[in-house]
């Protein structure tokens, strides 16, 4: 097993197969035999991960994964995981099979929030919590930890799909109403501020930061007209991908899966005295309060979710934090706008140009369907995935979260201006 000392854990799997030849494990390549796993012990404890000088780019996996989440997360991100996968820390143990109330998945929730919190500048005032369920669940959550009951009123903006959604579950644990709609024209634009029409006794304002699957992003935030002076945000899919002044907002929340880890974990940024007060049919996981006075541990959390978002926050620390984050950002964004509409209408991005998305571009080729799919086929081969629009409107989408490089975008336009030369 000499050579097994000198390979990655992926080979490792293969070199136990071959020195335990058993029907079953040819057969079934995910059983191994026991006693295999066994001899190959001394080399999974020190693994020798492809060194992160071997792979220098997203790109140099094979593909640019424009995918809108689960997305591409930092290359550096996932090689320090597969470094310490097998071994977490010396610990001889793997992160995911470790106690979650063991000392070292505390210094990794910890240092977790630690540094998302140094990331946004969360102030004291806001818990931090990692929760389970996705966004989705948060559509509930809300007006279950906000209103008294039912019959309370609460304000929704309703930009696109995901603001409809969580309008249409806060109906049920709430007395919800739509304060604007986009919907007549077709979620391509926002609201002028004094046009969102606020109910003064609602408990708080929703809206929807980044509309993942029409495009459109909000570049400020209305002042909640409500009493208690809430505002609510899903930020899923541009969380961390800016500075946002946290003290704003009443609750932030936004499943991982876009800007900074796997799905599983949700992170909610919850004002503190807006904890305690859920409904009393909440259960007890959708409950704020379980969670702040628990730090996130009142249940097993998704401690590998978790762990990943740790790197993340510790990669867009050490890149400069989320305003050296956002310029890029805004620089990716920019040119594959720039090429959309310097096409002659041969792109076409539906979305107003002042709350255009940095996170997810929709577009359409005028051409028709039939190119878009031609396009879409042409870009997968040459390694630019996951590119189709979502099945509700069509069309291409180009998702370019923190950790698309550069480079992915660049090719993408290239691949755009060649395609349009040769398909006019
Ligand atoms: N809100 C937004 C803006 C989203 O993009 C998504 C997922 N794409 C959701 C909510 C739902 O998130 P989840 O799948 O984590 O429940």
Redesign the pocket.
């Known amino acids: 097993m000499a050579a097994a000392t000198t390979t990655t854990p992926n080979s490792l799997l293969l070199h136990r197969r071959a020195a335990n030849p058993s029907p079953s494990a040819a057969a079934s390549p995910l059983l191994l035999p026991t006693r295999a796993a066994r001899i190959s012990c001394t080399a999974v404890a020190t693994p020798t991960p492809s060194s992160p000088s071997s792979l220098s780019a997203a790109g140099d996996r094979g593909v640019y994964n424009f995918a809108?989440?689960p997305a591409t997360l930092p290359l550096s991100v996932l090689q320090k995981a597969q470094a310490e996968l097998v071994d977490y820390r010396g610990s001889g143990m793997s992160i995911m099979e470790m106690s979650h109330r063991g000392k070292e998945f505390d210094a990794a929730i910890k240092k977790a929030e630690s540094d998302l919190r140094a990331l946004l500048a969360v102030p004291d005032t806001h818990e931090v919590l990692f929760l389970q369920g996705?966004?989705?669940t948060q559509f509930a959550a809300v007006p279950l930890n906000l209103c008294a009951d039912p019959s309370v009123p609460a304000d929704f903006v309703v930009s696109g799909s995901?603001s409809d959604k969580a309008f249409k579950e806060a109906k049920k644990f709430s007395a919800a109403a739509v304060a604007w709609s986009g919907k007549e024209g077709k979620y391509t634009a926002l609201p002028r501020f004094d046009d969102i029409k606020q109910n003064p006794e609602a408990r708080f304002l929703h809206i929807?930061s980044?509309?993942?699957i029409h495009g459109v992003e909000y570049k400020d935030y209305p002042e909640p007209k409500n009493k208690s002076g809430i505002l609510v945000a899903?930020m899923?899919?541009n969380f961390c991908s800016k500075p946002v002044d946290v003290s704003r907002f009443g609750v932030i929340y936004a499943?991982a899966?876009k800007n900074v880890g796997p799905?599983g974990v949700?992170i909610a940024i919850v004002r503190k005295d807006l904890v305690g007060d859920a409904q009393p049919i909440t259960p007890v996981m959708l409950d704020y309060k379980t969670h702040a006075d628990n730090a996130s541990l009142y249940n097993t959390p998704p401690c590998f979710a978790i762990y990943i978002c740790g790197l993340v926050f510790e990669d867009l620390l050490a890149q400069g934090g989320l305003a050296e984050v956002e310029k890029k950002n805004a620089h990716k964004a920019g040119i594959l706008y720039d090429t959309i509409d310097a096409s002659g209408g041969y792109y076409i991005c539906p979305v107003e140009k002042s709350v255009r998305s940095l996170m997810n571009v929709p577009f359409t080729l005028a051409k028709g369907g039939d190119f878009e799919k031609q396009f879409i086929a042409e870009a997968t081969k040459e390694g630019m995935v996951q590119l189709k629009g979502h099945r509700s409107v069509g069309g291409v989408r180009a998702s370019i979260y923190n950790a698309m490089p550069l480079a992915g975008v660049e090719k993408l336009v290239a691949f755009m201006k060649d395609f349009q030369a040769r398909n006019p």
Do not use: I, K, M
């Open positions: 809108a989440g996705g966004a989705t995901w929807c980044n509309e993942t899903d899923s899919s499943g899966q799905s949700t």
